[in-house]
């Protein structure tokens, strides 16, 4: 009978995906894989909140020129828009609107980005390669990142599981054919007088030296407690490999989040090294034309020379660090390293007042908006569904079956083949019905009763876990927001006070030591606003991911 190995092998299959299922979800607030780091965080220590692993732009800033030509490499730059009057500083352009990531679209979130005028490849050339906004490289990792395929493989495994469980309860359908030479035919030993138990046996053979047989079976399981679990738990493993691949898609989207805002600001602290440069130089020929005139002290201009090479020898740095945050960025996207693309969206400056909009509490967060949380929910549901597959192994097994077929036997093989064969059928109704399996059963129950249990407790860990990190990323996001408020005061002092101490130099009543101090005084002062503009952009990603509203796509 195919009854007894079917529905054990529905069994078989409820435990294999479950016990899957609960290996992947031992982590409450789920894992994502480690990505390569790039240079250092840009103020220092990671972010409170931000996801172990995640990619970093490099101290001293990274990824494309801008404005004037690049010294000492020739580049031409296009020229820079919004330049400030206090210092003729650069400045990124006005807000269109708040940043955010929308709860429920993902493909019409504001960024906070803006349209790049020419797209740049890491080189500072204009690029050839195909253009990406934030969204656009989102939805093409979703698609190309080899973790998500992956998981749309698993998908895809799941729907054949399913389909396999299910043919458990369709018709199986066999066929067979033998063929079978009796060498020594066994012989039964008969009593010579049947009247007379004192007479001798005398043996004889009941058989023929060939026989053949081929015959075709059905057998239709009409009741199984067991397989009508199995089928009902198909649409839960199915729920539980989508959500597995939402899973995917999330933690791709924010990795290439993360790795896209790294270039960006990587490419203003590199906009700001050429206008830094461009500077100096200016300052240089001046001072130089000046000690000329007698003026000014050669040391001056040695001064001069030294902080012209640093800032060049620090922009080769940030140029061999573009490199790398785009490598970075393809590497989430799922490009491979010889890829070419642009950036076709940039920074631009926020107003604080637009963005404190953003760290105020969601009053309609549920958990299950977490995918891992609505992950759990579903496990819990096929533990529990496999403690019933047990549990109907009380009941009985009702199948019916079918057989039809041809034999034939001679004593010799020619005979077999050529002589008619006589057909045959059967028909029949089979219950089996489990008496005593020794409490097999019963400490089966009381196991899958402890893991579930498990993954309850696992269940509230979770909870827990996601209250500590929408706490921790609503006190990093204001912490963020005031770092950002504060720097981008002193970067406005900063540039006030260049212009005055330059004045004051041309005009004699100052010394070049001052405008070196103020000038790195201010380089000083963008580097960090770059920076809290970027830890506010990470933030706010982290905020985003512990509402689970980061990444809704399909």
């Avoid at 969204?135 to 799941?158: H, M, T, Y």
């Avoid at 199986?172 to 004192?198: E, G, K, Y």
Wanted: no cysteine; hydrophobic share 40%.
């Amino acid at each position: 009978m195919k009854t007894s190995s079917t529905i054990f092998s529905a069994i078989l299959w409820l435990l294999a995906g479950w016990w899957g299922a609960v290996a992947t979800a031992q982590t409450p607030t789920g894992s994502a894989p480690t990505q390569p780091s790039v240079g250092q965080q840009p103020t220092g220590a990671a972010a409170s909140g931000q996801q172990p692993g995640a990619q970093q732009p490099a101290g001293t800033g990274a990824v494309i020129a801008q404005p004037g030509v690049t010294p000492g490499t020739g580049v031409a730059v296009p020229s820079q828009p919004g330049v400030s009057n206090a210092g003729n500083t650069p400045s990124i352009n006005g807000a269109n609107g708040a940043v955010n990531l929308q709860p429920t679209v993902i493909s019409t979130f504001n960024s906070g980005l803006g349209a790049a005028p020419t797209g740049l490849t890491a080189s500072g050339k204009p690029g050839t390669g195909r253009p990406f906004t934030l969204q656009e490289a989102i939805d093409f990792a979703v698609r190309q990142n080899i973790n998500v395929r992956n998981s749309q493989l698993d998908a895809v495994s799941a729907e054949a599981r399913i389909k396999e469980i299910k043919a458990s309860a369709l018709p199986q359908v066999a066929a067979s054919a033998s063929l079978t030479d009796n060498l020594i035919i066994q012989r039964a030993f008969l009593p010579a007088n049947f009247f007379d138990p004192n007479a001798p046996a005398v043996p004889v053979q009941f058989g023929v030296k060939y026989s053949g047989n081929a015959a075709l079976s059905l057998n239709q399981v009409i009741y199984s407690a067991t397989l009508n679990v199995g089928l009902r738990a198909a649409a839960t493993y199915r729920e539980l490999a989508q959500r597995n691949l939402q899973a995917s898609k999330v933690v791709v989207a924010e990795q290439v989040a993360k790795a896209y805002y790294s270039v960006l600001v990587a490419q203003e602290r590199a906009k700001l090294l050429d206008y830094n440069i461009g500077r100096l130089d200016t300052l240089l020929n001046e001072t130089r034309a000046l000690n000329q005139q007698g003026f000014v002290e050669k040391l001056d201009v040695s001064r001069l020379e030294v902080q012209a090479n640093n800032l060049r020898a620090e922009r080769q740095n940030v140029q061999n660090l573009i490199e790398l945050s785009y490598t970075l960025l393809k590497f989430q996207m799922g490009l491979t390293v010889n890829d070419e693309i642009t950036l076709s969206e940039q920074l631009q400056d926020r107003d604080v007042a637009d963005l404190r909009q953003l760290i105020t509490p969601d009053p309609t967060f549920q958990y299950r908006s977490r995918i891992e949380y609505s992950t759990l929910e579903t496990q819990v549901k096929l533990a529990q569904q496999d403690i019933e597959v047990t549990q109907k192994g009380y009941y009985p097994t009702v199948a019916a079956f079918i057989n039809y077929g041809y034999n034939s036997g001679r004593n010799m093989i020619a005979q077999v083949i050529n002589a008619p064969w006589l057909n045959f059928s059967t028909l029949g109704l089979s219950v089996q019905v489990p008496v005593f399996d020794g409490f097999l059963k019963r400490n089966q129950i009381a196991q899958k009763r402890i893991t579930l249990q498990k993954i309850q407790n696992s269940s509230e860990l979770l909870r827990n876990s996601i209250d500590l990190q929408i706490r921790q990323s609503s006190i990093t996001l204001n912490n963020g927001l005031q770092s950002l408020q504060t720097q981008q005061r002193n970067r406005e002092l900063a540039q006030e006070i260049v212009r005055v101490t330059r004045i004051k130099y041309k005009e004699g009543v100052g010394s070049s030591i001052e405008v070196l101090n103020a000038e790195a005084a201010l380089r000083e002062a963008q580097t960090n606003y770059f920076g809290a503009l970027y830890d506010f952009f990470i933030a706010k990603i982290d905020q985003d991911k512990s509402l689970g509203r980061l990444y809704t796509g399909q």
